[in-house]
Structures are given as structure tokens and as C-alpha cells.
């Protein structure tokens, strides 16, 4: 079992920058792969980033490729989104997750958290 609380929203104007949060507990997080999804209102829940056990590979969606940054510290049980150049389209709700299997696809993760706002104004 594992348990995720995200942190870091807020309100940006565009062009800004965020850094996302989101602290673990449960003694398989490391053993976990991370993503971070988004849900914008009226849209389904998207992918936005993945990264491996030991944070050796990233994966992106091509929407936020080159802007955003998925990171972890499996020492504080931590994993970090580093937003930059925000845009008005990335307003959504932001949910960090885990699981166990390399994937974009949001039934392949067995966690989640209950989301942090971000609101980018233009």
C-alpha cells in the first residue's frame, strides 16, 4: 500500500514556473514506477510524465516535452514535477501515482494521490 499527498500548486501567469510535489509512504515506493497525471475540467485524465524505480529513464507526454521535468528521491520518498514556460492549457488538476508497470496509460496505476491545482492565467 502506498500513499501519495501532492503539493506545490497555485495560480502562475504564463510563461511561469511551478514546481509540483508529492510525498510517499509505504515501503514499496521505491520499488514503484511515478507518473504524474492531469485533469482538466470537462477532460479526461491525462498522461503527463512517468519515471522509473531508480529514476534512470523519463518518459513525457509531447505536450509538455522540453518544459516539464519528472524527478524523485527514493531516500525521502519524494517525486518532483518542475514546470517551466506554463501555458494556459496547463491548467488542470495534477495527480501524482504509482505503479508497476512502465506506462501512460492511467489503468495501469494502482495509487494515487488527491491532486493539487494548478491554474496558469494568461
Known amino acids: 500500500q502506498v500513499q501519495l499527498v501532492e503539493s506545490g500548486g497555485g495560480l502562475v501567469q504564463a510563461g511561469g514556473s511551478l514546481r509540483l510535489s508529492c510525498a510517499a509512504s509505504g515501503r514499496t515506493f521505491s520499488s514503484q514506477i511515478v507518473g504524474w497525471f492531469r485533469q482538466a475540467p470537462e477532460r479526461e485524465r491525462e498522461f503527463v510524465a512517468t519515471i522509473t524505480r531508480s529514476g534512470g529513464s523519463t518518459a513525457y507526454a509531447d505536450s509538455v516535452k522540453g518544459r516539464f521535468t519528472i524527478s524523485r528521491d527514493n531516500a525521502k520518498s519524494m517525486v518532483y514535477l518542475q514546470m517551466n514556460s506554463l501555458k494556459p492549457e496547463d491548467t488542470a488538476v495534477y495527480y501524482c501515482?504509482?505503479?508497476?508497470?512502465?506506462?501512460?496509460?492511467?489503468?495501469?496505476?494502482?495509487?494515487w494521490g488527491q491532486g493539487t491545482q494548478v491554474t496558469v492565467s494568461s
Open positions: 501515482t504509482s505503479g508497476f508497470s512502465w506506462s501512460s496509460r492511467r489503468s495501469d496505476y494502482n495509487y
